[in-house]
Structures are given as structure tokens and as C-alpha cells.
């Protein structure tokens, strides 16, 4: 399988702790191998095995967290 990489906009962060909590989330998504959250100006790169991964997988643990993803 091959490793791909997003980058998804986040919005509605207004903390290094929300930021923290986003990247927990994110890990816990199987088949990610990387993940990094930037507070501002509010995005997050990842990286992901995409046989083990889905992009939209992402999304919803970011929602889960209360804060809105979308495409970069």
C-alpha cells in the first residue's frame, strides 16, 4: 500500500488543547502514520496508508471533536 498525504482546513480551534485533542483523534484513525495540526491559520497535514485509510475517515474525527474540515 502506498502513503498519501491531506491537508484538511480546520475551523472553529481556538487553542493549542483543541489543537491537541484534533491530533489524538486523528491518530486513532487506523492507517494513519502521520499527523500535525496547525492552530493558525487552522489546518492539519496527514499522512495515511491508503489501503487502510479514507480521507473521509479524517473528517469525521475532526467533526467528532466539534470543529468543521474540509479540503484545503
Known amino acids: 500500500m502506498a502513503e498519501k498525504s491531506i491537508k484538511l482546513n480546520i475551523t472553529g480551534m481556538a487553542s493549542d ?8 483523534a486523528l491518530h486513532a484513525v487506523p492507517g494513519v502514520t502521520y499527523a500535525e495540526v496547525y492552530l493558525d491559520p487552522g489546518y492539519a497535514d496527514i499522512r495515511y496508508d491508503d ?5 473521509e475517515d479524517f473528517s469525521a474525527a475532526i467533526e467528532t471533536e466539534g470543529y468543521e ?3 484545503a
Open 51 to 55: 489501503g487502510q485509510a479514507n480521507p
Open 69 to 71: 474540515a474540509s479540503l
Open 17 to 24: 488543547h483543541e489543537a491537541e485533542s484534533v491530533i489524538r
